[in-house]
């Protein structure tokens, strides 16, 4: 079985095959971040726009470069949402369309459940149901227990801003550029004072949800009160990341704590993080699983995968209308 997975949610084109044991045969990434860059942030018209250029040509090459020809494709996979309506429905219509010409099944996929299922590519990991996982991504912060596929519930999540968007905030307040989270990393690690002073919100409060939104107000009035050199700078980054981080890391305990499961999936963009992953290290009683790098941000492969998952289990329903779901809970 050969599927072809299809993002489009919001700043990467992504085009991916996979075969039935979950190898990746080809794939093909496209990254619309110097369009937007000089917004400071993902413009939605743009974002849509650029997909549609892009979408086809990404198609044909990763084609090419698995030597397959579309007639020979099981199945398509494209990412149904959250995310942006216009692009996600380049995915889906492209999807959806070259399934319906094939007459073979297309999947829509949840974005965040790809995010939580694509460390299974990886099986030296030994991961299987049930676990947990912390979801982090521009979009969402979520602990989630994932017991079966399909089968998730939200155990907390952020009240406000999700932490990539903070990391992307932050940065902006900064003048770090887009997208943030990597630019903060990077200017964290050049802290020599370490500084680490600033709260971890809501650490206190009884249940595993979050709050970011403050910490980002925090982080930049403590900015003016410096003199905004770069060491300054590069201690606010660091000082704000360990924030994060440590409020992740001490609701994740406390998530293990409460159910007894022992393995700690992150995914999400912000789980290239090395400082997070740092951190996570530190985790007693659980094993902690992060993707590989280059599957961590947005991508077509962990569509394809998650579409596999659900062909390979008989879980999906044909339909003959294009559909995308921007507001999409992981528990529907
Ligand atoms: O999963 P993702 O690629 O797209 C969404 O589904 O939103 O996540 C993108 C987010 C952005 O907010 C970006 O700043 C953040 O992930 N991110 C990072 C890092 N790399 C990407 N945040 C912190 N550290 C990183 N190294
Ligand atoms: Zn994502």
Known sequence: MKVLGIESSCDETGVAIIDESGKILSERLYSQIELHAEYGGVVPELASR???????????????????????LDAIAYTAGPG????????ASVGQSI???LDIPSIPVHHMEAHLL???LDQDTGLCFPFLCLLVS????????ANALGDYQVLGQSRDDAVGEAF???AKQLDLGYPGGPAIEKLAKQSLSNRDDFPRPMKDHPSLDFSFSGLKT??????KKTKQT???KADIAYAFQQAVTDTLFFKCQKAIEQTGLDTLVVAGGVSANRGLREKFKQLAHANVIFPEMKLCTDNGVMIAYAGLQYALAGKFAGTNEIKVYPRWSLQQ
């Open 50 to 72: 650029d997909h549609i250029r892009k979408i086809t040509p990404l198609l044909k090459e990763t084609l090419e470069q698995a030597n397959l020809g579309l007639d020979e």
């Open 84 to 91: 942006l309506v216009g692009a996600l429905f380049v995915g």
């Open 99 to 101: 399934a319906w010409s």
């Open 118 to 120: 694509v460390p299974f």
């Open 138 to 145: 521009g979009g969402h912060t979520m602990i989630v227990q």
């Open 168 to 170: 992307d905030k932050v």
């Open 218 to 223: 925090h982080t930049l009035l403590e900015y």
């Open 230 to 232: 770069d060491e300054e």
